[in-house]
């Protein structure tokens, strides 16, 4: 189970969005992981990620405490990776993110080469991620699925809305911040790729994709709804 489960979607928009995870358990096998899973990121770069992930320190793309209004208009917009890694000091859930279906399936490959002992999730389409299991040589474990939304649907913000706050699923991406960077791209006050490093650095854990945030950016500004 995770809660990259929630991100909206049908299948198709899942296509350059790949999110695979590393875990240990407590009591089990925590001892010694921070290196296994340090390892694990190490081995994400060489595969090109657009994202990494550490649950206790964020992704590579962060919040600062040191900022003035001005600057958001020259924010570094470069992700990080090795201040994810550096920065993993505890047992945690390592992550990471590629919109390259090959990519993960030759990060899959490697990961299980490396035999790091460790609990590994793919979160993506079901398709996808039998497909990665494949190309590894792996059967599927077990599959988990979400239900989406019930009740008075009517009342949901739109799909584009959706598909970009629910790419953080622990809700740290407003409806309302995803709204207003949808607007600004729309005015010409921002281009995709600055509202979409804004949104990745309010993801908590580093499991927003930023690739498919500017895909899904760039197709609304071409909608007039």
Request: aromatic share 8%; net charge positive; glycine share 8%.
């Amino acid at each position: 189970m995770t809660n990259t489960l929630h991100r909206f979607g049908d299948a198709e928009s899942f296509k350059d969005d790949y999110v695979i995870f590393a875990i240990c358990s407590r009591g089990m096998n925590d001892q010694d992981a921070v290196p296994k899973l340090k390892r694990f990121l190490q081995i994400a770069l060489k595969f090109n990620p657009v994202n990494l992930g550490d649950a206790r320190h964020g992704g590579a793309l962060r919040p600062s405490k040191d900022m003035k209004p001005t600057s958001h208009w020259n924010r570094d917009m470069k992700p990080d990776f090795q201040n994810v890694i550096d920065g993993l000091d505890v047992p945690t859930t390592a992550a990471a993110v590629f919109n390259d279906k090959v990519a993960a399936q030759d990060f899959v490959k490697a990961v299980k080469e490396a035999n790091l002992g460790l609990s590994i999730n793919i979160s993506t389409s079901i398709d996808g991620a039998d497909e990665c299991c494949h190309e590894a040589g792996i059967a599927r474990h077990s599959v988990g699925y979400s239900l989406g939304f019930e009740g008075k649907t009517e009342k949901l913000p739109s799909t584009q809305v959706l598909s970009l706050s629910t790419m953080c699923g622990h809700g740290m991406v407003s409806h309302s911040l995803a709204k207003k960077m949808i607007d600004w791209v729309k005015e010409g006050r921002r281009t995709p790729e600055e509202a979409s490093s804004y949104l990745a650095r309010f993801c908590s854990c580093g499991v927003y994709n930023p690739a498919r945030a500017v895909r899904i950016l760039d197709a609304a500004r071409h909608c007039m709804k």
